[in-house]
């Protein structure tokens, strides 16, 4: 699996955590290790938690928990990906419907039906 992180930032400023398949929230940051905690998004049936470095430019996974009573699901993160996308760029352009949007749209509701997001 790869190392591949990606953080997406929803418009109100919360940082979701897309590492291996598997999405996780901020939890907290302990400024003196130097470490942020998060959580598995899957809270319901998983407590997984993973710690990285604080740079949020440069993340690395440092410490990674097993999984339990779910799956890695890689096309469940783009689409929340594409829909964070449109959500930043709604409400940072709230006058301009463009024809991509409605087109990325409709994209990541194709990708959705299939997926229990
Ligand atoms: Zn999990």
Same mark, same amino acid.
């Given at each position: 699996?790869?190392?591949?992180?990606? /953080?997406? %930032?929803?418009?109100?400023?919360? *940082? +979701?955590?897309? #590492?291996?398949?598997?999405?996780? +929230?901020?939890?907290? %940051?302990? *400024? =003196?290790? /130097?470490?942020?905690?998060?959580?598995? +998004?899957?809270?319901?049936?998983?407590?997984? =938690? @993973?710690?990285?470095?604080?740079?949020?430019? #440069? /993340?690395?996974?440092?410490?990674?928990? &097993? #999984? @339990?009573?779910?799956?890695?699901?890689?096309?469940? @993160?783009?689409? &929340?990906?594409?829909?964070?996308? @449109? &959500?930043?760029?709604?409400?940072?352009?709230?006058?301009?419907?463009?024809?991509?949007?409605?087109?990325?749209?409709?994209?990541?509701?194709?990708? %959705?039906?299939? +997926?229990? *997001?």
């Amino acid at each position: 699996m790869s190392d591949n992180i990606e /953080l997406v %930032r929803s418009n109100k400023g919360k *940082l +979701t955590l897309c #590492h291996g398949g598997f999405t996780y +929230t901020e939890h907290s %940051r302990n *400024l =003196r290790l /130097l470490k942020i905690y998060w959580r598995c +998004t899957e809270r319901s049936v998983c407590n997984a =938690r @993973i710690h990285t470095n604080l740079d949020e430019a #440069h /993340l690395r996974v440092l410490r990674e928990a &097993k #999984h @339990i009573g779910h799956l890695p699901d890689h096309r469940a @993160i783009e689409a &929340k990906k594409v829909v964070q996308g @449109i &959500k930043r760029h709604a409400a940072e352009h709230p006058n301009e419907p463009p024809q991509q949007v409605r087109e990325a749209l409709s994209a990541s509701t194709a990708m %959705r039906s299939g +997926t229990a *997001l």
